[in-house]
């Protein structure tokens, strides 16, 4: 039985990479993180620490790639001898009083950390000494073990069989935890692995990054746009950069919204324009004003602007009163992340650009009403529970699950996705990871955007496929 808590973590890192030439194929990078980083990080998402790595003698480049992540290093002196010895060498540096140990290979990117803490929440729950995962009738990784009963048996192994051996010896003490992550499978050996893994082989995925110049360019937005901004951690800043952007290349351009926004502030470059009529703006609209309008019917009783309806936005466009509309379509309270609730969003149904915007600062943060909108839809639709923390996993499934941030996407509409918040490599890691996600399962989307809305330069990159 596992104790309560959390288990110590065990990553394997120490393989000689017999089958992949040049580099340690734990270093190989996918979507610009190595795989050991990636398998790492599945691990810290769960709430896995300390992380302690076993790595070889000539381990210095995996110490380098996990170095901020606060590993702890166990080297194994005689890694040529197979799995197993790497797996005594691990145990046999862990605290004596651990009680329990989850065992993951350096090279399975494609984990899940929400599977994780499934593993391990089922073996903290049941009265057997081994857990592992099974996905399709086959048995995957990682595996968690008893180390009160299995110590011993774990410091004895040899051979590159790892611990076959030790779960065939005891097979009435195995929990078997049924998943839909078929990562628990999939570790890289080869090249052609590596290559079907990431897309580059005939047929496959191929995922691209580049670095535009602007947002604009970002999202191909030009002429007769309407560009529709949902989601949460960045909406109005979206919102005011584009269209300050295409006002300054000329653009006759305009933002607005469907639901309510605070007044525009002097530092977001815009102006407050208000009218319950489609006359009432027409006017006004002729002139080139000196700043980009902010349209709105009126000013609420506590002091937001109340939107205008998305038959407006759409005839504004049509009839060529602006270039460019960029509208704010739902709302967030200020919350990094949210789930559409009911009569969410208020999409125009002229909009040609949907960009649905997620705030990386939720990663890690408990979900519940303090940080996302609407969390007890966000729980149904990424199958976490309140008081769970948010992970990239369930990122990705908000945006793919057909119910989610692209539910309200008109058909002929062109679709992105803005991780904002990236402040650090930490933040930036993560959303590549999303990005990978979310583009292979959904091949109509223009790209996923990774930036700091907040900072001089809003863009880090975008992937594309």
Same mark, same amino acid.
């Given at each position: 039985?596992?104790?309560?808590?959390?288990?110590?973590?065990?990553?394997?890192?120490?393989?000689?990479?017999?089958?992949?030439?040049?580099?340690?194929?734990?270093?190989?990078?996918?979507?610009?993180?190595?795989?050991?980083?990636?398998?790492?990080?599945?691990?810290?998402?769960?709430?896995?620490?300390?992380?302690?790595?076993?790595?070889?003698?000539?381990?210095?480049?995996?110490?380098?790639?996990?170095?901020?992540?606060?590993?702890?290093?166990?080297?194994?002196?005689?890694?040529?001898?197979?799995?197993?010895?790497?797996?005594?060498?691990?145990?046999?540096?862990?605290?004596?009083?651990?009680?329990?140990?989850?065992?993951?290979?350096?090279?399975?990117?494609?984990?899940?950390?929400?599977?994780?803490?499934?593993?391990?929440?089922?073996?903290?729950?049941?009265?057997?000494?081994?857990?592992?995962?099974?996905?399709?009738?086959?048995?995957?990784?990682?595996?968690?073990?008893?180390?009160?009963?299995?110590?011993?048996?774990?410091?004895?192994?040899?051979?590159?069989?790892?611990?076959?051996?030790?779960?065939?010896?005891?097979?009435?003490?195995?929990?078997?935890?049924?998943?839909?992550?078929?990562?628990?499978?999939?570790?890289?050996?080869?090249?052609?692995?590596?290559?079907?893994?990431?897309?580059?082989?005939?047929?496959?995925?191929?995922?691209?990054?580049?670095?535009?110049?602007?947002?604009?360019?970002?999202?191909?937005?030009?002429?007769?746009?309407?560009?529709?901004?949902?989601?949460?951690?960045?909406?109005?800043?979206?919102?005011?950069?584009?269209?300050?952007?295409?006002?300054?290349?000329?653009?006759?351009?305009?933002?607005?919204?469907?639901?309510?926004?605070?007044?525009?502030?002097?530092?977001?470059?815009?102006?407050?324009?208000?009218?319950?009529?489609?006359?009432? +703006?027409?006017?006004?609209?002729?002139?080139?004003?000196?700043?980009?309008?902010?349209?709105?019917?009126?000013?609420?009783?506590?002091?937001?602007?109340?939107?205008?309806?998305?038959? +407006?936005?759409?005839?504004?466009?049509?009839?060529?009163?602006?270039?460019?509309?960029?509208?704010? !379509?739902?709302?967030?309270?200020?919350?990094?992340?949210?789930? +559409?609730?009911?009569?969410?969003?208020?999409?125009?149904?002229?909009?040609?650009?949907?960009?649905?915007?997620?705030?990386?600062?939720?990663?890690?943060?408990?979900?519940?009403?303090?940080?996302?909108?609407?969390?007890?839809?966000?729980?149904?639709?990424?199958?976490?529970?309140?008081?769970?923390?948010?992970?990239?996993? !369930?990122?990705?499934?908000?945006?793919?699950?057909?119910?989610?941030?692209?539910?309200?996407?008109?058909?002929? !509409?062109?679709? +992105?996705?803005?991780?904002?918040?990236?402040?650090?490599?930490?933040?930036?890691?993560?959303?590549?990871?999303?990005?990978?996600?979310?583009?292979?399962?959904?091949?109509?989307?223009?790209?996923?955007?990774?930036?700091?809305?907040?900072?001089?330069?809003?863009?880090?990159?975008?992937?594309?496929?």
């Amino acid at each position: 039985m596992g104790e309560w808590g959390n288990p110590a973590a065990l990553l394997l890192a120490a393989g000689r990479s017999t089958r992949m030439a040049g580099t340690s194929k734990l270093l190989r990078t996918l979507w610009g993180t190595p795989l050991v980083r990636r398998a790492a990080l599945t691990l810290t998402e769960a709430g896995i620490r300390p992380l302690w790595v076993v790595v070889g003698p000539d381990g210095q480049g995996v110490r380098e790639a996990l170095g901020d992540l606060g590993g702890l290093f166990i080297v194994n002196p005689n890694p040529e001898k197979g799995m197993a010895s790497s797996l005594a060498a691990g145990v046999a540096a862990l605290p004596v009083e651990s009680g329990s140990v989850l065992v993951m290979l350096g090279d399975m990117p494609g984990l899940s950390a929400v599977t994780v803490s499934r593993l391990i929440e089922a073996f903290n729950e049941s009265a057997r000494s081994i857990c592992l995962p099974v996905h399709g009738g086959r048995r995957g990784h990682p595996v968690l073990f008893d180390l009160h009963r299995h110590r011993e048996e774990l410091l004895s192994l040899t051979g590159d069989r790892g611990a076959r051996d030790l779960l065939a010896r005891h097979p009435d003490e195995i929990l078997e935890v049924e998943v839909l992550d078929a990562g628990v499978l999939l570790d890289i050996d080869t090249e052609e692995e590596l290559g079907r893994y990431q897309g580059e082989g005939e047929g496959e995925i191929r995922l691209k990054r580049e670095k535009p110049a602007s947002l604009t360019e970002a999202l191909g937005v030009g002429k007769h746009d309407l560009v529709s901004i949902v989601g949460a951690g960045g909406k109005t800043s979206l919102m005011y950069r584009l269209t300050g952007e295409l006002f300054d290349r000329g653009f006759s351009a305009a933002a607005a919204t469907t639901t309510r926004i605070l007044p525009p502030s002097p530092g977001d470059g815009a102006k407050l324009l208000l009218s319950d009529t489609f006359e009432g +703006f027409e006017e006004r609209l002729k002139e080139r004003p000196t700043a980009p309008w902010v349209l709105g019917e009126r000013i609420r009783e506590n002091g937001k602007v109340y939107g205008i309806s998305p038959a +407006f936005c759409d005839r504004l466009v049509k009839e060529g009163l602006v270039e460019v509309l960029v509208v704010e !379509a739902d709302g967030s309270r200020r919350l990094p992340v949210k789930a +559409f609730g009911p009569n969410e969003p208020v999409v125009p149904a002229a909009t040609t650009v949907y960009v649905a915007v997620v705030g990386l600062t939720c990663l890690g943060r408990a979900l519940g009403p303090e940080s996302a909108y609407n969390h007890e839809r966000m729980a149904a639709l990424t199958g976490l529970v309140a008081g769970e923390r948010i992970t990239a996993d !369930a990122l990705a499934r908000l945006i793919l699950d057909p119910r989610g941030l692209f539910a309200a996407r008109p058909e002929r !509409a062109r679709g +992105f996705v803005f991780l904002n918040q990236a402040d650090d490599e930490r933040l930036r890691e993560a959303a590549r990871g999303i990005a990978a996600k979310v583009l292979a399962g959904r091949s109509s989307l223009g790209g996923v955007i990774i930036g700091r809305l907040n900072g001089a330069d809003p863009l880090e990159e975008i992937w594309r496929r």
